[in-house]
């Protein structure tokens, strides 16, 4: 049952995002910036520290997959997009599992590379006709500080769920 902790910890990422901070989105209420929150992205990312690249890359191609459906009319851009960073950031080493400063530096490369591939894939696509200027003002730099912000908030708890887990899972083992 503990196992399914945290899939089912990202799936309420996901509902969060698509939920509870839309109706709190700041455009929503006249601002000119653009603020997406990527909590299932830093789910993914905290969660590969910890539990190695097999995992990072299944958490995100299935949140991804789930994205495209839910969210997009093109699919595999966020799969393809959330299993990359899944795979590139998950380092699951003693030192980035131990050191705060050094997770939320990953997790600032890895929200820097989502928004700027899909600014990229979008683009590219025909789908945004935003210039790169208005882009990094207005959605790129409040979305960053944003999910900076909110990594900041939910790194340790997610360290000591991690650490629980695992020796959860190491006493099954035993």
């Known amino acids: 049952m503990i196992r399914f902790v945290l899939p089912a910890l990202v799936f309420l990422f996901f509902i969060l995002e698509g939920t509870v901070f839309q109706v709190f989105s700041p455009e929503r209420y006249g601002a000119s910036f653009v603020l997406i929150p990527r909590l299932v992205l830093i789910g993914i990312v905290i969660i590969g520290a910890f539990r190695g690249r097999v995992s990072g890359v ?19 851009v966020y799969m393809f997009s959330m299993g990359l960073i ?33 600014y990229g894939m979008y683009t590219m696509l025909g789908v945004a006709y935003i210039s790169p200027d208005q882009f990094f003002y207005e959605r790129f730099l409040p979305t960053f500080i944003f999910n900076i912000v909110f990594s900041m908030i ?21």
């Open 154 to 174: 939910i790194i340790i708890p997610l360290q000591k769920l991690n650490r629980y887990v695992e020796e959860f899972e190491k006493q099954l083992e035993k």
């Open 86 to 118: 899944g795979y590139i950031c998950s380092l699951p080493y003693k030192l980035v599992q131990q050191s705060f400063f050094l997770l939320a530096c990953i997790i600032m490369v890895a929200v820097s590379i989502q928004e700027y591939y899909l």
């Open 58 to 76: 299944s958490y995100g191609l299935i949140f991804g997959l789930l994205y495209d459906i839910v969210y997009t009319e093109i699919l595999g």
